[in-house]
């Protein structure tokens, strides 16, 4: 693996986060601190179960087909179910047969998926395949390459979706480009690239530039390429950093606030 880096699955590194009671704090962890430290907390100590909807699914599913290709897709998701040779349709979900299949998929150790889930991946993927800037920042490099270090005096965990010689490459999936700007700014995406530069940087002694597939996840289904510029990423280090002096603070006090104390006002525009 590039720069020392490893491969783990989602399932090993995920059970070292320390909302699995694991020692590691990830990004993902971080930027719910952020958002509120006593969810943090609950989820931390298992009094907010993790969630996992049928868009995290589909998201994790469109990942692996864009970054690790159709073969590895195709052995790790199933989509469908059983054939009813009566009808020439699936059997339904309640049925027994269909519940046979879908344990022997899980025993094999793959997801299973709606069909619409496997459409929707397949037109982003051709999408990316399209955009001649995307796929040349996924011509060389290795997805899902894990790394683990110090930071802040914390120890940190990252899992970058691909990782270049030169350079990190994020995929995020959008309803529309239009609206990414607003969306990479409302889902913290600068504090979580600025927590994968900084956590490598301490890893590998390199700091690496970083840049963001799009793609849409509804027709028409465009994707582009952004770099993201150091600015905005050095100003979300310090954000994280003085998360990262809070989270060390509430840890050491015992007090989780939830971020809504004390009185607040709606302006006029």
């Known amino acids: 693996m590039l720069h020392g880096t490893i491969r783990e699955s989602d399932a090993d590194y995920h059970a070292q986060s320390v909302f699995k009671g694991g020692a590691f704090l990830s990004s993902h962890a971080l930027m719910e601190f952020i958002e509120s430290p006593a969810a943090y907390h609950g989820k931390m100590i298992g009094t907010l179960p993790a969630k996992d909807s049928d868009a995290y699914r589909a998201g994790r599913a469109a990942h692996c087909r864009i970054l690790e290709g159709r073969d590895a897709y195709r052995r790790r998701y199933t989509f469908g179910g059983p054939i009813n040779e009566k009808t020439g349709k699936y059997y339904g979900q309640q049925t027994k047969a269909y519940e046979e299949w879908r344990v022997l998929q899980e025993a094999d150790g793959r997801e299973v998926l709606p069909d619409s889930t496997d459409t929707l991946c397949e037109f982003m993927a051709a999408s990316v395949e399209r955009h001649p800037e995307a796929m040349e920042s996924l011509a060389e490099g290795e997805p899902e390459a894990v790394a683990r270090a110090k930071y802040c005096g914390f120890d940190c965990q990252i899992k970058i979706d691909w990782l270049k010689p030169d350079a990190i490459v994020d995929l995020?999936?959008?309803?529309?480009?239009?609206?990414?700007?607003?969306?990479?700014?409302?889902?913290?995406?600068?504090?979580?690239?600025?927590?994968?530069?900084?956590?490598?940087?301490?890893?590998?002694?390199?700091?690496?530039?970083?840049?963001?597939?799009?793609?849409?996840?509804?027709?028409?289904?465009?994707?582009?390429?952004?770099?993201?510029?150091?600015?905005?990423?050095?100003?979300?280090?310090?954000?994280?950093?003085?998360?990262?002096?809070?989270?060390?603070?509430?840890?050491?006090?015992?007090?989780?606030?939830?971020?809504?104390?004390?009185?607040?006002?709606?302006?006029?525009?």
Do not use: M
């Open 172 to 269: 995020k999936t959008c309803r529309e480009l239009r609206r990414f700007h607003y969306d990479f700014f409302s889902y913290r995406y600068p504090n979580q690239l600025s927590f994968y530069q900084k956590v490598f940087e301490c890893f590998a002694g390199v700091r690496l530039p970083i840049y963001i597939i799009a793609v849409e996840k509804e027709a028409p289904y465009r994707s582009t390429l952004y770099q993201i510029e150091q600015g905005v990423l050095d100003k979300a280090q310090l954000e994280n950093e003085n998360a990262i002096h809070g989270l060390r603070e509430c840890i050491r006090s015992g007090l989780w606030p939830t971020g809504y104390e004390g009185l607040h006002f709606i302006k006029a525009s």
